[in-house]
Nanobody, 118 residues
Framework: QMQLVESGGGSVQPGGSLRLSCVGS????????MRWYRQDPEKERELVAS????????NYGDSVRGRFTISRDNRQKTVYLQMNNLKPEDTAVYYC???????????WGQGTQVTVSS
């Protein structure tokens, strides 16, 4: 059974940092592109960052570029999202997703809450 489990969320003050992790199981992790999305109840779901199967190419949304870094460890079947200089507008539930190359949608984790406030 394919499963994605996120962790690392929490509450942090503006300017702080968090590192999210997402562990995959039940599929060949290294064959899937990985994405981080976020969802705030008052906003549309937003693609935050994505990384290809090799881990050599990452892409970022305009709102996080320069502050967030996506990476992956295929041997550990884990994708990471390092979030620095967090802002209140980064508050959301963060989800990881595994997408097979060539497809537009894939599998989702259950999400982890990130709250940035003073």
């Amino acid at each position: 059974q394919m499963q994605l489990v996120e962790s690392g969320g929490g509450s942090v003050q503006p300017g702080g940092s968090l590192r999210l992790s997402c562990v995959g199981s039940g599929f060949v992790f290294g064959n899937y592109n990985m994405r981080w999305y976020r969802q705030d109840p008052e906003k549309e779901r937003e693609l935050v960052a994505s990384i290809d199967t090799t881990g050599r190419r990452g892409n970022y949304g305009d709102s996080v570029r320069g502050r967030f870094t996506i990476s992956r460890d295929n041997r550990q079947k884990t994708v990471y999202l390092q979030m620095n200089n967090l802002k209140p507008e980064d508050t959301a539930v963060y989800y990881c997703s595994a997408v097979y190359p060539g497809l537009s949608q894939g599998y989702w984790g259950q999400g982890t809450q990130v709250t940035v406030s003073s």
